[in-house]
């Protein structure tokens, strides 16, 4: 006795899916990713890191040494909490951000995504405020609308979030009687703006958090990517008690492992090891001893710089391009690290219209308004120089003028 | 200016946690982890497969050779839907179960311990009820709590769930206004009991989901390690629009690589993929890739042979042993395939309690009020036949027998 196979319905499941589930809608970065694999296509949109400086030789020699030797522990469950040895290196790679911590408040995630999303699972209930830069970086946004959480943006500038703004809106929340649970920022080389939070605003925006008994979560994945070299003190180094840290491996060394971690303070750390046991039972193991023996075994800060440096180049030819290429009334950030520069283009130019007629021009940009959760930011654009060659980014800048020229020639 | 660090306070952020949050306590099992890693100690406990029959050699050259060769695409971000041979070759897994499916709608997640998590955070609001076996898995007990989702046990006998008991628990859930979402079943060689469900049962509990109107959630890591080498049809077989699969590879080649994956109707996958990008981005891309690779070059099906064979030895150790041991008035379950035995001890004892005393006896086991919501179970414990090798099983068994004797003539 078989159940016959029904003709097709659309969704028969509409009826079924928890609230948090109408919230879920495809992002317009990921609508790119598609397009963006188009060779004809000078990708802008994208943040995949430019992995040719990697030792691929060396790398697959030491994979296939850990699988040959330890293969029976690399092809196991482990813990959920991570492996004892990769979470003590982690500790030494926070050290040049001034962080000091213990090896038993980090937590591996699968990518620092998975970070937030549990940080966020463990704190937000529905219609909880988290307050964020806006812009800011979309699959934080996306995280918070999978938790229900109302998203407040703050104000930033060419120094970062402005702390007068954030305790604006954090007045105004309480207020209005709303639980604001967590601040959310990129201090460094923020995504999607490319701008730094300035030294002495730091200091300001943690006392601002604990005034107001809201958790700063500190995401952190380009701090080492800095192009003079220097590093910035991490706000979880002047509070480690009410800052969770996320941090990532997947712009320093290879975002296909998923790698990444959260340093938390240590009530906070256990639950979240409870949360990774339900979300994924533990991180990979293999990927783990593969970060682990990078770092123990490779000039890793030496292959940073080398990153470092090419990114620089690539910043370089983006904004001479800039210079050179764009109408008149618009203006761009300049990033001292990272991958990204905010670009916002004259009154009348609406980014996610003029999109498909730059793919059509064969150049893609993440249009502004996917960085905000009430979907403005129709002005702003994000420019990636991550990964395309200076000459691919000199041409994308060429091709994204021109469209913009004829979109203000309408 | 740098904040001073505070004086240790316990847990600072107590009034801060979301609601889902106090619902999340360590695992029993987990507790047991650290107790089963003493060498002394023989673990029935875990449910770690046994690994040796793994060709380490030539899989340390494969992988060598995908990060050699690929190694830009394996350490590169790639879909959050997952890498399309892999999907394509995960259909022709799951045609061994009977079942036919598209790639498209097959999604990789990362173990399908993260696919038993995002369906239900697609489906599950807090309050909504998800019915399942009792005993049931212990990770997806946990996964259910996460999302505040309320779990009804029904009872299962040898044949496994028992429909009656099903429509019984549906129709008395519809009488009390209870919204029931999910049938989540394991259906062969269900962990924690052993059992599989009766051929005859299958398009009937089929049935009566589509009646109520409930999901099924079909979790099948075990379904390829039958004794005799059969497969038995996969609900999803009959029934395509009603049952979402989650498959797995951790038992039937590599735990450590975290790839497992969630077969679902189409409106659901698109939606799945969604989570999963605000979940984790992307499943790792390197681990999708050995995966794939294995599939392609190995007898893969001639290793599950092996695995099968291997723990056809170690249930027959166990059931032997438990024959020989075991003090009257216990009984236990017959596996026809998979990890797991459960046993009933005779009243008055209380195998949580005894637990303690198991191990300062050297054998550990989980004891069974980890596998129902309500934490009933107390005269029931799961025995792990997967990892130890057949002596150590003898031994760990026989310990267990003693145990018990002197518990009952307290």
Redesign the interface.
Known sequence: ???P??PYV?????D??????AG????EI?AL?SVAGRPEVVSLAGG??N??A?P??T???Q???I??ED??????????HGLPLLREQICDVMALEGITAHPDDVVVT??S??GL?LVT?????PG?VVVAEGPSYV?AL??F???QAQVVHVAMDEHGMVPQELRAALREAANAGQRV?LLYTIPNFHNPSGVTLAAGRR?EI??IC?AY?V?VVEDNPYGLLGFDGRTHPALRS?????VVYLGSF?KTF?????VGWVLA????RE?LV??M???????????QMIVSRYLATHDWQGRISVFREDYRERRDAMLAALERYMPPGCTWTVPDGGFYVWVTVPEGVDTKAMLPRAVAARVAYASGSGFYADKSGGRRLRLSYCYPTPERIREGVRRLAAVLESELSR
């Open positions: 006795m078989t159940v196979v029904p659309p969704d028969p499941h509409r079924r899916y928890a609230v948090r589930t879920m809608t495809a992002s990921r990713f995949m890191p992995l040719a990697l691929l030789g790398l697959s020699a994979v296939a040494r699988i040959a293969g029976l522990t690399a092809l196991q469950y482990a813990s959920a699968v990518g995504q998975m999303d699972r463990l704190f937000c209930d909880d699959g996306g995280s609308a999978a938790y649970k200091a943690v006392e604990r008994d958790l002047l509070d480690p008690v009410n997947s290879a975002p296909g492992l998923r303070p240590r009530a906070v639950k409870l949360a046991e339900s979300a994924t039972l533990c991180p990979p193991t293999l990927n």
